[in-house]
């Protein structure tokens, strides 16, 4: 299983981006595809996750308090990608984030340990 993350880039407060998860290697029927960021001198933490099931189109979504309707993700089976996309970006948004995987759902976006797979940051800086 591989994940590679891409998307990040400067932009200013109330800007947008769109990270995006390129996820290879699963075969699971049920999946679970989120985001991490750290920012310098704090600690890592959930920023959301998308649960997915390769026979059905429903999902569920999880996001934490501060991003809840600015953030969004989304997939696109063809291009086997998830996408984060961020609108009304503040300076508090800027981190390295981090795309993670794992098999099942889950609802503890939370928690990195509910994560096998991470892979590489992708650096969002959000200035004013």
């Known amino acids: 299983v591989q994940l590679q993350a891409s998307g990040g880039g400067s932009v200013q407060v109330g800007g947008s981006l769109r990270l995006s998860c390129a996820a290879s290697?699963?075969?699971?029927?049920?999946?679970?595809i989120g985001w991490f960021r750290q920012a310098p001198d704090k600690e890592r933490e959930g920023v959301s996750c998308?649960?997915?099931?390769?026979?059905?189109?429903?999902?569920?979504?999880y996001y934490r308090e501060s991003v809840k309707g600015r953030f969004a993700m989304s997939r696109d089976n063809a291009k086997n990608t998830v996408y984060l996309q961020m609108n009304n970006l503040k300076s508090e948004d800027t981190a390295i984030h981090y795309c993670?995987?794992?098999?099942?759902?889950?609802?503890?976006?939370?928690?990195?340990?509910?994560?096998?797979?991470w892979g590489q940051g992708t650096l969002v800086t959000v200035s004013s």
């Open positions: 993670v995987g794992r098999e099942y759902w889950t609802t503890a976006y939370y928690l990195p340990s509910m994560y096998t797979n």
């Open positions: 290697g699963f075969r699971f029927d049920d999946y679970s």
């Open positions: 998308i649960n997915l099931n390769n026979r059905r189109s429903d999902v569920s979504s």
